[in-house]
T-cell receptor
């Protein structure tokens, strides 16, 4: 299968704390895992990605982890700010695709409160 | 940064009518995609397109769907005739490169309501 499951669907965190979003995938051949952030009325934007030859990647306040054995990957936002409030989507790319076909998770609404 | 535009943002039509969704991709991008998102569910891949041809389509890309990009203008998704289950938000995306690691840039979506 090619399903990607994403949890939680809604996440409320206090400003300054960390937030974690978890995704699992079915296709063991998947080798690329991007994360998109979508603010209300805006385009989904790529914020960080990880390839299957890595286990961890960090950029600014974002960390992604990949556990290929468990077919699980996660996004961790450290020191959350109100500007981090948005919808977040994880995705995976199955290598069986002829080009690039993203399989998305269901999305997580992150709300950072003061 | 690079922006993908979609026109219109909302469209309401009666079942059985034809609808065309327009996408203005990033100017130097060569590869184009459509995704469908039913309310409360994830975005699902419909089709990708390059050099005037559909490269891959999913089972959601019904016979009533067609895509084209005539003369480098808008990349369009046409549905003819529409059905109630076509109600969704349709996202267009484009990329400069082809392949697994090519970054896809998304538009804001067109919300289609079929009555």
């Amino acid at each position: 299968g090619e399903q990607v499951e994403q949890l939680p669907s809604i996440l409320r965190v206090q400003e300054g704390s960390s937030a974690s979003i978890n995704c699992t995938y079915e296709n063991s051949a998947s080798n690329y895992f991007p994360w998109y952030k979508q603010e209300p009325g805006e385009n989904p934007k790529l914020i960080i990605d990880i390839r299957s030859n890595m286990e961890r990647k960090q950029t600014q306040g974002l960390i992604v982890l990949l556990d290929k054995k468990a077919k699980r990957f996660s996004l961790h936002i450290t020191d959350t700010q109100p500007g981090d409030s948005a919808m977040y989507f994880c995705a995976a790319t199955p290598t069986t695709s002829s080009g690039q076909k993203l399989v998305f998770g269901q999305g997580t609404i992150l709300k950072v409160y003061l | 940064g690079p922006k993908v535009l979609q026109i219109p943002s909302h469209q309401i039509i009666d079942m059985g009518q034809m609808v065309t969704l327009n996408c203005d991709p990033v100017s130097n991008h060569l590869y184009f995609y459509w995704y469908k998102q039913i309310l409360g569910q994830q975005m699902e891949f419909l089709v990708n397109f390059y050099n005037g041809k559909v490269m891959e389509k999913s089972k959601l890309f019904k016979d009533q769907f067609s895509v084209e990009r005539p003369d480098g203008s808008y990349f369009t998704l046409k549905i003819q005739p529409t059905a109630l289950e076509d109600s969704a938000v349709y996202f267009c995306a484009s990329s400069f490169n082809w392949g697994v690691y090519a970054e896809q840039f998304f538009g804001p979506g067109t919300r289609l309501t079929v009555l």
